[in-house]
């Protein structure tokens, strides 16, 4: 791929910075996060803002325009790509390298005294905000918000924000009405004493409306804000999708209701004048409770004073743990989901190992397919992973036409894929020989799984925190002198974003909650041998109680039931290295596969995928 | 006991909160933090100010004392201890239950508007007083700082400070000359683009200087700071202490050195203005370097543009990790201390069960009595937990006359204990019955066994968090149902302060620092049942490479090695419970035990401990 020719849009953009029709005052350094202003991770077209300026679009960036100086800060994942997609009118910020200055080091360096530096202040968290405006503060600098996003005046081809249909989810679905969602989270602002709470991240507004969208690829989620009150709902959304009489029925919009249930439906651009209206109104001890993650244009709404900032959000920590409608619909989603794997990988074996013609993509594209002939279905849940020798060490690994390989009986192929049906998220990693494979990729597949079943079997005390597992998953590993660079898992949606809060599986010290009954992760160790192949084994995964012996003096026991009900390829595991506790393990799980996703793959009439699941739930015999 | 009557002493200290003599304005609140103005965990004396005013001497809490309330927060282990010791007067808050307010939130709650709260500015750390400002100020009071300490003027019979004579160190036990360490410190300060660094932690002044004292029980350290400039060392410490000829020598105070190498001493209550004169000279960009948990009073000395705070310090970090003089004279010490628990315990096996007139008390006594008659022994590293049955369960039991229990053949019993030695500090804990344990002392037992050697025959790759490996030591006993509520390690100094930073293992999600070869931590997981008994097996271990099949690509392996050679009670092991690589575990550890401590035990001529040690290092053997 060539880069992006950006000197014409620097030099526009250098002109805007300097316009007062968009600046108070000039601003020295313009700086263009990744987000929305909703902190989502994964974002529509029109807001791929600092993609369009430098031509860099992979998932993690910010560049900063001064004007001198372009410069982009990533991380290790994107390097390479970063680097080929950008001209030399850019500078790339490696993270993580011990010379790489901090952005805000950087513009203190290349800065002349007394600076404006410009951020939209939408787009940029409050907390991000805080930490930027301090440190530049500190050296004579000023950040300052710009109203007008400044990469929207010279984009002259930016897309329409998305403004797709919206999709109702009823109580089978959801197993709590938006009636006593909004109950449980005002009994909630009572507990806290907060008059008022704000919704801003995607998910959260539509878990809490029982609504779903499809403005952002794989999120099914809409452009949407909240302000829940403790008498009035407030629902800022834009285009005729709220005309739609099924979501009028849904939301009651036409009906006579008690007044604090009653739903106002504003266009989603007023929502700052809306709350800058609240935070006028507001008598003392009275607290707006708001994510800190919120933008810092929505934060400095309410008066500081005002403000009740947490790290996660009530509605975050009940929607991560999933009620019995919720665990109900992932389970049958998970059921699908292994009936369309279990014809994929039959379908595999029959092209791949004769023919020798499908490819990365083709494979993904088959998963796709058998996937859309389940119910339900309605797209994927992030852009699949089909990946086979030197691509699979590639964590992040999406096919495309220039790295496309074609799947072989040489090397090992690793497919992360997952999909949104409309009663679940799923997501899953298998990791497969079409071959022999080699007594090494073997050893490092076995330690893989020994790790993956320590974090699935692993029983630990109610309110035990996801990253004091993690360890668990590479203990096998480290004996041997291996070891992977990401996290052991991450929340999971239901029919939601496939990555959520608060919960997941990390080293990473990071605030996550602690783990609770019918709270949803994945549990996916692997290993990478650049240049060589990836090796990933990834179930999703519920948390329920367990039983021991001592049920910690009443605190309660807890463990995982794995969701995902896919086979393990044995051919890759080395039965040396497995304890007979092991082997109980995955001969146990094969014959849930076997009994659960058979009787499915029965009763839709597929027969030769289920011929398929049977070779490959054979029990699994270890020499004593 | 019977609790302080403090209202004389309350009404003294509400007077003195008013009167213009101590404070510029009256102070309608006044905090008593636990600490000294070092930040120390243990305390002099003269800095017991809050048990003073309390009669709680717990090691942690702190009191608040304003015109109409007195109340005390502590934790879970001081509930019961508080509420003896503290006369109704005061309000005994609970930290960690649920309806418990911090302080701030109470401070809100009970004071009239727009109140002034003092606090002494050198005890309460910057980061303390930055959260509690911002509170009470968002709630329109605020924190004064009062120059002089309130307490102070109402103790009359309060204890002088400490000033007792300086033990100095030489090359062979600290590796590293005063120059040297001088000189790396520098370097550190040059990367980091600081001018001054200060020295604020007793430990940290100790080991720059290769001095020890014993201004503080159990803590070889003196009470001084220090500054260190490019060119300038200024050491402020009191007393006639510095004249000791050794001391001067040590320090080359009457020598002609490079400028940049002489050490300016000065009066310890000098350090204050000498740092305002520090500040106050301070061009832009010179950088003064603090920990961040250093005192109000010394933070806001330098100018808030200039400072530069970490939560660990260069000296923290380069302390932790042991020169091969300090882990060889680890060693050492820890041999003796081993030779004097295999006489205790070979003692005790002898009077316990024929005779039932030892106490706890008296054995700690004789413990005591063994370690001094080592070579280099200089005190007790901590308070010896010497404990039997339903005493065992309470984790930080010191035996006084009123609790003291006899050591019994029905009872397990605990023993956590260590001393100082020139050369090093110990700290280990071995839990023994002298009858016969019942099965579920023994399960419990083997479960903290397996536990303590997961630990300690981890490998991980270079650059692991410590607290990455606490989850290892708790698997067996979560497995049935069983956890205890501590950390399982804990940085150790090297005769220096049994618990020192910035390494550790621990549930707890605090910045600790990778370990690294060199740095040695304890390993000491428990079990405890309360009212019946306590199990802990502790070693002290040492960071050591280890030898893995693929090396984390270069990145290097570590793992454990033991330091600690005292045998573990094989009486207490269920042996159906032991895997063979942990069969094996224990078996290699008794054998070094036998092989060390043996020969040392022949050395000194007590054959008596080495044939009980003999006899408790007989090898396990295995039903296959």
């Known amino acids: 791929m060539s880069p992006k020719i950006t000197t014409e849009l620097l030099k526009q953009l250098r002109q805007v910075m300097k316009n007062p029709k968009y600046v108070q005052e000039p601003v020295q350094a313009y700086i263009v996060p990744s987000g929305d202003a909703h902190q989502s991770e994964y974002i529509a077209p029109c807001d791929c803002r600092r993609a369009f300026i430098s031509g860099f679009d992979g998932s993690a960036g910010t560049a900063i325009v001064t004007e001198q100086h372009a410069a982009m800060w990533t991380d290790g994942r994107y390097f390479l790509q970063a680097a080929h997609q950008m001209d030399n009118n850019w500078t790339l910020m490696k993270i993580g390298l011990k010379d790489t200055p ?27 905000w805080k930490r930027m405006s301090k440190a530049l503060r500190s050296a004579g600098h000023d950040l300052v918000p710009v109203k007008e996003n400044l990469i929207d005046t010279i984009w002259t081809d930016c897309p329409q924000r998305p403004c797709k249909p919206l999709i109702t989810l009823d109580l089978s679905y959801t197993g709590v009405s938006l009636r006593d969602k909004i109950v449980a989270l005002r009994s909630k602002m009572i507990e806290r004493k907060v008059m008022w709470f704000v919704v801003t991240a995607l998910d959260e507004v539509a878990w809490l409306f029982n609504l779903r969208g499809s403005d952002v690829e794989y999120n099914p989620v809409f452009f949407a804000y909240a302000i829940i009150g403790m008498n009035t709902i407030r629902l800022f959304i834009d285009g005729d999708r709220i005309m739609d009489p099924a979501v009028r029925e849904h939301l009651q919009l036409d009906f006579t209701l008690d007044p604090e249930f009653e739903i106002q439906v504003l266009p989603y651009g007023s929502v700052l004048s809306e709350l800058q209206a609240v ?45 019995t409608s919720e665990t109900e619909g992932m389970r049958r989603a998970h059921i699908k989901d292994a009936v369309a794997l279990c014809e994929l990988f039959n379908w595999l074996e029959k092209e791949v190992v004769p023919k020798g013609t499908v490819t990365e993509i083709i494979a993904a594209d088959k998963a796709e397919e058998f996937r859309s002939q389940q119910k339900d279905f309605v797209e994927l849940s992030f852009a699949t992973i089909s990946s086979t020798g030197p691509n699979g060490a590639i964590i992040h690994y999406k096919p495309v036409p220039e790295t496309n390989r074609t799947l072989s009986v040489n090397e090992i192929y690793l497919l992360d894929s997952g999909a949104q049906y409309k009663d679940g998220t799923t997501d899953v990693t298998r990791t497969m020989h079409f071959g022999t494979p080699s007594a090494y990729e073997k050893e490092c597949f076995t330690y893989v799984l020994k790790g993956h079943i320590a974090v699935s079997a692993a029983i630990f005390p109610n309110g035990t925190k996801g990253h004091l597992l993690d360890s668990f998953a590479r203990s096998a590993l480290w004996d041997c002198g291996l070891d992977y660079l990401h996290g052991t898992g991450h929340g999971v949606g239901s029919f939601l974003n496939v990555h959520e809060g608060p919960c997941g599986i990390s080293y990473k010290t990071f605030a996550d909650e602690p783990l609770e009954i019918g709270m949803i992760v994945s549990d996916e160790p692997g290993y990478y041998e650049d240049g060589s192949f990836g090796i990933r084994i990834e179930n999703v995964v519920l948390v329920i109680p367990a039983e021991t012996k001592y049920d910690f003096k009443n605190r309660g026991s807890l463990t995982f039931e794995p969701l995902t009900l896919v086979p393990i390829q044995t051919k890759m595991i080395d039965m040396n290295l497995l304890t007979q506790k092991e082997c109980n393990w995955v001969n146990d799980y094969h014959q849930k596969c076997r009994e659960v996703i058979g009787a499915e793959l029965e009763r839709q009439g597929r027969h030769e995928a289920l011929q398929w699941l049977i070779r490959e739930t054979e029990p699994l015999i270890r020499a004593q």
């Not at 901090?102 to 991000?128: C, H, M, N, R, Y």
């Open 102 to 128: 901090t952005q805000e080091d950087w513009l203190v360096s290349v800065l002349p005294e007394g600076s404006k530096v410009g951020v939209d202040p939408f787009i940029i968290p409050a907390d991000q």
């Open 279 to 323: 935070g006028a109104g507001l008598s003392p001890k009275e607290k707006v409770w708001l994510s800190d993650k919120a933008s810092y244009a929505l934060t400095e709404a309410i008066p500081k004073a005002y403000r009740y900032l947490t790290p996660y959000t009530p509605i975050c920590i009940a929607k991560a743990v999933k009620n």
